[in-house]
């Protein structure tokens, strides 16, 4: 017995099956890392053992977990949960009575339709990374303009549909915004005047593998440019024709 425990990190190892139920019995430990160990079974099952535990970070990417996770979340009362790079299902859960949620990441794993709007509830949540999923609908609801908290925005490859892509306009509402990564989603048209302007706070902007027309747009206040941005992708927008000496000129 390890009563005392507060810190597991088992990452990269092969310990195979599943969480055991006799772990909900460590009852000071608060981060627990199971990424790429082998673990398998249902997700729910999974995190059924640990929901008496005051985990403030859950991380169990890279593995093989499978089915949805628990809506309503009967999991612990994360800070930070990665389930990244499993075979999850369904449709992300709203996470309400989670309010102190600040990141969650569900990348390249099944799960569909929209980001729930419950999540708008979460006061502190400053990263979602949704990428390589098949979300659908609505995927942001327009109450997300109300996270004044959120910094990291990932959809890249997760919105098969065409007609479930919220249109560029949307993120300049989320002017809180640091990174934002919509690479490969089908894009097809200008950037919005008003990016330059509205996303002021922005560090890391990624629109590769999109079919994005035009060149860069001034700012609504010509000059402003993006004042914060270190990371700029554009690769593989066969339509974009951004006269480069231009393109610089307006980020500067």
């Known amino acids: 017995k390890l009563p005392n425990l507060e810190l597991l990190d088992l990452s990269g190892n092969d310990i195979s099956g599943s969480i055991p139920s006799s772990w909900s019995g460590i009852v000071d430990m608060f981060s627990l890392n199971l990424a790429d160990t082998g673990l398998t079974g249902s997700v729910g099952d999974n995190l059924a053992g640990l929901k008496t535990l005051q985990l403030v970070e859950l991380k169990l990417a890279g593995n093989q977990l499978t089915g949805a996770l628990p809506d309503p979340w009967s999991g612990p009362q994360v800070v930070n949960l990665d389930v990244s790079r499993n075979s999850i299902t369904g449709s ?31 006061s502190y949540l400053e990263e979602v990374v949704a990428s390589g999923n098949v979300l659908s609908g609505t995927v942001i609801p327009q ?8 910094r990291t925005l990932d959809l890249s490859y997760g919105i098969p549909t065409a007609s479930s892509v919220p249109p560029l306009t949307f993120f300049t509402k989320l002017t809180t915004l640091e990174n934002l990564n919509l690479a490969g989603l089908g894009y097809d048209t200008e950037l919005d005047a008003n990016w ?29 440019g993006f004042p914060s941005l270190e990371v700029l992708d554009l690769s ?11 393109l610089v000129d307006r980020l500067v």
């Open 92 to 122: 992300a859960p709203g996470f309400l009575g989670n309010s102190y949620l600040r990141s969650i990441n569900f990348a390249h794993n099944q799960i569909s339709g929209p980001l729930p709007l419950e999540w708008t509830f979460l």
């Open 143 to 150: 109450d997300f303009t109300k996270l004044t908290s959120l």
């Open 196 to 224: 330059q302007d509205a996303l002021l706070n922005l560090r890391s902007l990624n629109l590769s593998m999109n079919d994005i027309t035009g060149g860069w747009p001034y700012g609504a206040s010509s000059g402003t």
């Open 236 to 246: 593989g927008n066969p339509s974009f024709n951004p006269y480069i000496n231009d």
